[in-house]
């Protein structure tokens, strides 16, 4: 059983709030990884992260910040929330070494919905 | 740009057919395929496949890859109502952008089993 949490799982919010949704994992992994899902559509990759003090922006263009200070944490902000935000946010995590992703673990998604 | 192309979008089947979902992929540098079952919310790992010709197979389920073709089947026999979810299929591939490899994941398979 993967242990990858995202919190929170539903957020409704209004336009022009700042939020972070939060994303943690307790396998010690190395790489971690924020993807955005509509539905009916495919998982697009919008940040990664290779280890502590390393991200990097995916093939989909986001509005979105990442930060990883420490292993466990990949929190995902959205200084300016707007509609065209709302979507569902899943988290990931692998430990394939070197540039290898190899199996992902996925968090539970964070659905987020912005009136 | 990579590609993953999985079809049929969506399929309807008695419990105890037996189903073959398809996938199809361009990939620059290509590692491995994967398959991943999505049920409501998290996708969680099937298999991961790297070499041509070699089946995986885990109860009753199976995947093979053909890398000279570039694609993959993955087989479910006697299915259950339980096996209802979205099936999606990865590839792994080299990205410039920060170096590295990410998965590029298909639409999804939407299959769904009834008594």
């Known amino acids: 059983e993967a242990d990858i949490y995202q919190t929170p799982r539903y957020l409704v919010i209004g336009t022009g709030k700042k939020i972070t949704l939060e994303c943690s994992q307790t396998m010690g992994h190395d790489k971690m990884y924020w993807y955005q899902q509509d539905p009916g559509m495919e998982l697009h990759l919008i940040h990664y992260?290779?280890?502590?003090?390393?991200?990097e922006k995916g093939d989909l263009s986001s509005e979105s910040t990442v930060s990883r200070i420490r292993t466990e944490h990949f929190p995902l902000t959205l200084e300016s929330a707007r509609p065209s935000h709302t979507s569902q946010y899943l988290c990931?995590?692998?430990?394939?070494?070197?540039?290898?992703?190899?199996?992902?673990?996925f968090g539970p998604g964070t659905r987020l919905t912005v009136t | 740009e990579d590609k993953v192309v999985q079809s049929p979008l969506s399929l309807v089947v008695h419990e105890g057919d037996t189903v073959t979902l398809n996938c199809s992929y361009e990939v620059t540098n290509f590692r491995s395929l994967l398959w991943y079952k999505q049920e409501k919310k998290a996708p969680t790992f099937l298999f991961m496949l790297?070499?041509?010709?070699i089946e995986k197979k885990s109860g009753r389920l199976s995947s093979i890859l053909d890398k000279k073709e570039l694609f993959s089947i993955l087989n479910i026999t006697a299915t259950q109502t339980g096996d209802s979810a979205i099936y999606l299929c990865?590839?792994?591939?080299?990205?410039?952008?920060?170096?590295?490899?990410?998965?590029?994941f298909g639409t999804g398979t939407q299959l769904k089993v009834e008594l």
């Open positions: 990931a995590s692998s430990e394939d070494s070197g540039r290898a992703v190899g199996e992902q673990y």
């Open positions: 990865a590839v792994e591939g080299f990205i410039l952008t920060g170096g590295g490899n990410k998965l590029t």
């Open positions: 790297t070499s041509s010709g």
């Open positions: 992260s290779y280890g502590v003090n390393s991200t």
